[in-house]
Nanobody, 124 residues
Framework: VQLQASGGGLVQPGGSLRLSCAAS????????VAWFRQAPGKEREFVGA???????AYADSLQGRFTVSRDNAEVTVWLQMNSLKPEDTAVYYC???????????????????WGQGTQVTVSS
C-alpha cells in the first residue's frame, strides 16, 4: 500500500481544512487508517483513525473539531479539521495497517504504511 497525503496549507485561526490520504492497492478497504501529526520540536501524536468497518477514534483533545471519514470505492480517507488553532500547526501524516485492533488505533507502531506528510499552518 502506498499513501499520498495532501490538502495542507496556510489557514487562519478558526478556519477549516480537509486533508486527503489517497491509497493504492485493491485491499485498502480492509485497512485501518490513522492520522498523526508532528509539530516542530515535539513528538508525533495521534489525531484520529478509522477502522475498516467505519469505527472511528480520536485524540481526546481533538474530538469534536476533527473528523475522519473514508470512501473505500475511491480508496481515500479524509481528515476534516474545523475551528483550527495555532497549536494545530504541524506536519500531518496518514498511516495504514491491516491488523490494527481497536485498542491500538492510537499507536504509531500498529501501522505498516505511512504517507509523506502534508504541512498545516494555522496563523493570522
Amino acid at each position: 500500500v502506498q499513501l499520498q497525503a495532501s490538502g495542507g496549507g496556510l489557514v487562519q485561526p478558526g478556519g477549516s481544512l480537509r486533508l486527503s490520504c489517497a491509497a493504492s492497492g485493491s485491499t485498502f478497504s480492509r485497512y485501518s487508517v490513522a492520522w498523526f501529526r508532528q509539530a516542530p520540536g515535539k513528538e508525533r501524536e495521534f489525531v484520529g483513525a478509522i477502522r475498516y468497518n467505519g469505527h472511528t477514534a480520536y485524540a481526546d483533545s481533538l474530538q469534536g473539531r476533527f473528523t475522519v471519514s473514508r470512501d473505500n470505492a475511491e480508496v481515500t480517507v479524509w481528515l476534516q479539521m474545523n475551528s483550527l488553532k495555532p497549536e494545530d500547526t504541524a506536519v500531518y501524516y496518514c498511516a495504514a495497517g491491516s491488523r490494527v485492533i481497536s485498542s491500538s488505533l492510537s499507536r504509531g507502531s500498529a501501522y505498516d504504511y505511512w504517507g509523506q506528510g502534508t504541512q498545516v499552518t494555522v496563523s493570522s
